[in-house]
Nanobody, 117 residues
Framework: QVQLVESGGGVVQAGGSLRLSCAAS????????MGWFRQAPGKEREFVAQ????????DYADSVKGRFTISRDNRKNTVYLQMNNLLPEDTSIYYC??????????WGQGTQVTASS
């Protein structure tokens, strides 16, 4: 089993920045990649960013490219999401997730991010 705990959410004005953290514990050696997803009220959960555990290859949703940066610290089993120039449409619950294969298997409890206009 893997446990994921997010932190770093909050309320900022549009144009501001936040950094989310996700600490993984348990069978993390089986991880292929970790990612961030988000879900706004009344909308489906959507992909935000992903980083592969061994090679640190990254992938981003078009809506966040150039504003968000995903990174990881293997020694701390932690993934970060640096979010700059936040827009009101970025307001969502952000979830950390870990995949051991083709699908994301484990999920955190989520952290609220609000960018006010």
């Amino acid at each position: 089993q893997v446990q994921l705990v997010e932190s770093g959410g909050g309320v900022v004005q549009a144009g501001g920045s936040l950094r989310l953290s996700c600490a993984a514990s348990g069978r993390t050696f089986s991880a292929y990649a970790m990612g961030w997803f988000r879900q706004a009220p009344g909308k489906e959960r959507e992909f935000v960013a992903q980083i592969t555990w061994s090679t640190a290859n990254t992938d981003y949703a078009d809506s966040v490219k150039g504003r968000f940066t995903i990174s990881r610290d293997n020694r701390k089993n932690t993934v970060y999401l640096q979010m700059n120039n936040l827009l009101p449409e970025d307001t969502s619950i952000y979830y950390c997730s870990l995949r051991t294969g083709p699908r994301y298997d484990y999920w955190g409890q989520g952290t609220q991010v609000t960018a006010s206009s």
